[in-house]
């Protein structure tokens, strides 16, 4: 049995599979959305935009709790970060959730892995939240680019499951693009 566990650990999940499994029961039926435009009305543009500020400084702390890792919205620590998802880790979040309960451990720790490296980015790039329901639909706005951060972290557990460096050279992509060629991070 404990074959069996390992090969379903290891295997590639694909980005269907993630959303199908954890996110695809909370969307509400009907919602539609403008590029760059948020679908809420602005009192819940601003409760949504202090959700997800909240859930960037939770990443620091539930990370720190469980890996005793420094986190501190500083590109360098993108790659700090990276070196614990793995598959193991993967399997264990969601082995320990329930994808019917919209509080499951795998979904919340993906969605505050893509606050954290949003803010990590509106922080040292700029930009701005563009808030949507759900809320891991929310994106940033760095200039006229529209960026879905939580696709790219959703990918970083399925398909980039084993590419340690996934979000580090996604975040320098971006970096390059918006400051110019600088140091590796």
Request: net charge negative; charged share 25%.
């Amino acid at each position: 049995m404990g074959e069996v566990i390992d090969i379903f650990k290891n295997r590639r999940q694909s980005y269907s599979e993630l959303m199908n499994r954890w996110f695809d029961q909370w969307y509400p039926d009907g919602v539609d959305w403008e590029p760059k435009e948020s679908n809420l009305d602005p009192r819940w543009q601003e409760r949504t935009i202090s959700h997800l500020e909240e859930m960037a400084w939770a990443c620091i702390d539930d990370l720190e709790n469980i890996w005793g890792v420094k986190l501190d919205f500083l590109p360098e620590s993108i790659s700090n970060l990276e070196q614990y998802i793995t598959p193991a880790w993967r399997h264990q979040l969601q082995s320990s959730s329930d994808p019917l309960e919209f509080s499951n451990r795998f979904l919340v720790v993906v969605c505050e892995i893509g606050c954290y490296l949003a803010k990590t980015m509106l922080t040292n790039l700029g930009g701005r939240w563009v808030a949507r329901a759900p809320y891991w639909e929310s994106s940033i706005l760095l200039g006229e680019e529209e960026i879905y951060v939580f696709t790219v972290v959703i990918q970083r557990f399925a398909e980039g499951i084993n590419n340690p460096r996934m979000l580090t050279e996604w975040y320098q992509s971006w970096q390059e693009k918006f400051l110019g060629s600088g140091q590796e991070i």
